[in-house]
């Protein structure tokens, strides 16, 4: 079975630093890989989606950048952070059919 | 970009109550998705639609796809305190690779 992985769970962080968040996923190959972010109680906003080693589309201009540098890795980074950057981050799994499987999440709280 | 709008944005029942929660759009879907998001949780699927007019039962649950396929309506019957989520549709957008979600229903079942 599959399995999608993110870490870490929760993160605080000042304004300025860097930030690097981790996906992986287990238990199948070539997945499209997306990242989205939460504002609290609300609905989706899709960042970035990967349908490959390497390739990466972005969605939002913004302070975030993403990369897949193996197959069932995708992360998310940013040089410095902003106090808009605070959020509930998740990470997903599509292999067919639209039906997204999500990730456990991340917290990030920028001060 | 094709919107989903969902309604009511809030609901808090009593359990045993039932209740009907709208997910509209003014374009059409070749399918639609329903997940269950707790709190601090990544969205879990619950359901996809694919015909217009299908109607699809999970437990208490029951989904109907409209029959433009426009619009899709989850309804919960007794509810219960373990349905206390956030309800989200989402269906495909621009494309194979991406998805867009609805605005969220937040479900509040009162013991």
């Known amino acids: 079975s599959q399995t999608i992985h993110q870490w870490p769970a929760t993160l605080v962080q000042p304004v300025g630093s860097p930030l690097s968040l981790e996906c992986t996923v287990e238990?199948?190959?070539?997945?499209?890989l997306y990242w989205y972010r939460q504002a609290a109680g609300r609905g989706l906003q899709l960042l970035f989606y990967?349908?490959?080693?390497?390739?990466i589309s972005s969605e939002v201009p913004q302070n975030l950048s993403a990369s897949r540098p193996q197959d069932r890795q995708f992360i998310l980074s940013s040089k410095k952070l902003l106090l808009s950057d605070s959020g509930f981050y998740l990470c997903?799994?599509?292999?067919?059919?639209?039906?997204?499987?999500f990730g456990p999440g991340t917290r990030l709280t920028v001060t | 970009t094709q919107l989903l709008e969902q309604s009511p944005q809030f609901l808090s029942i009593q359990e045993g109550e039932n209740l009907t929660v709208y997910c509209n759009s003014s374009?059409?879907?070749?399918?639609l998705q329903w997940y269950r998001q707790e709190p601090g949780e990544g969205p879990v699927l619950l359901v996809t639609?694919?015909?217009?007019?299908e109607v699809k039962k999970l437990k208490r649950l029951t989904f109907q796809f409209g029959d433009a396929r426009k619009d899709s309506s989850l309804h919960i019957t007794a509810a219960q305190p373990g349905d206390t989520g956030l309800y989200l549709c989402?269906?495909?957008?621009?494309?194979?690779?991406?998805?867009?979600f609805g605005t969220g229903t937040k479900l509040q079942v009162i013991p």
């Open positions: 997903a799994w599509q292999w067919t059919d639209y039906e997204q499987y």
């Open positions: 238990g199948t190959s070539n997945p499209n």
């Open positions: 990967s349908v490959g080693i390497g390739q």
């Open positions: 374009s059409v879907f070749s399918s």
């Open positions: 639609v694919v015909t217009g007019g």
């Open positions: 989402a269906g495909p957008s621009g494309g194979y690779q991406k998805v867009t």
